[in-house]
């Protein structure tokens, strides 16, 4: 596979159990962030989104939460899976720049 | 189905050498942009177009030039200028330069 992230955070849970795994990002003045899943080897995946006129939002298993007095970023994987095994990594813009990228955490899972 | 394209997947290039990355869409999106990622590092952008016949340097063009003749279409050439091309390299494009990006699945180039 591709070396990607060799170097990354890595988040180990049992299968079943929640991730939750952290973003802190540098822009105050951002107001969109996206949560994207990389396999190796692959492209990254959008997962979620969510603007900074929001706080927290659900999708299909998976949960961000965002808390802009910090600039922190989170995204909960509720269940995980086998196939949620992958580098995560989450990506800011303020509006109309372009977006700026965390290095990712790799998430695995365990059997 | 509607997606964007990349290719190689797979390019070996010996130094001094130029090569070329394929980036086709098919999304009807108006912007396009080109990344490259490295080990440990997030996605930086090399270069990006907002429309046909017109593109921007993002943070790291140096060594690299790109074209946008057409709406679907996002070439970029990593030229013998580049000192470190080995990487991975990552198309993407997203509507009207607002929301989501959509990537493509890479180029892996490496310099022999």
């Known amino acids: 596979g591709e070396s990607v992230g060799l170097h990354l955070p890595t988040l180990s849970v049992q299968e079943g159990d929640n991730s939750i795994i952290n973003c802190a990002y540098s822009?105050?003045?951002?107001?969109?962030f996206i949560w994207y899943k990389q396999e190796s080897g692959k492209g990254p995946q959008f997962i979620i989104d969510?603007?900074?006129?929001?706080d927290k939002r659900q999708g299909q298993r998976v949960t961000v939460l965002l808390n802009k007095t910090v600039k922190h970023l989170s995204l909960q994987i509720a269940a995980t899976q086998p196939g949620d095994s992958a580098v995560y990594f989450c990506a800011e813009t303020p509006a109309g720049q372009n977006f700026v990228f965390g290095p990712g955490t790799r998430l695995s899972v365990l059997p | 189905d509607g997606g964007i394209t990349q290719s190689p997947k797979y390019l070996f290039r010996k130094e001094g050498q130029n090569v070329t990355l394929s980036c086709e869409q098919n999304?009807?999106?108006?912007?396009m942009y080109w990344y490259r990622q490295d080990p440990g590092q997030g996605l930086r952008l090399i270069y990006y177009s907002q429309i046909v016949n017109d593109f921007q340097k993002g943070d790291i063009a140096e060594g690299y030039s790109v074209s946008r003749e057409k709406k679907e279409s996002f070439p970029l050439t990593v030229t013998s200028a580049q000192k470190n091309p080995t990487a991975f390299y990552l198309c993407?494009?997203?509507?009207?330069?607002?929301?989501?990006?959509?990537f493509g699945e890479g180029s892996r180039l490496t310099v022999l």
């Open positions: 822009n105050s003045a951002s107001d969109y």
């Open positions: 993407a494009s997203s509507m009207q330069g607002i929301g989501e990006l959509f």
């Open positions: 969510i603007r900074s006129n929001m």
């Open positions: 999304l009807n999106h108006d912007a």
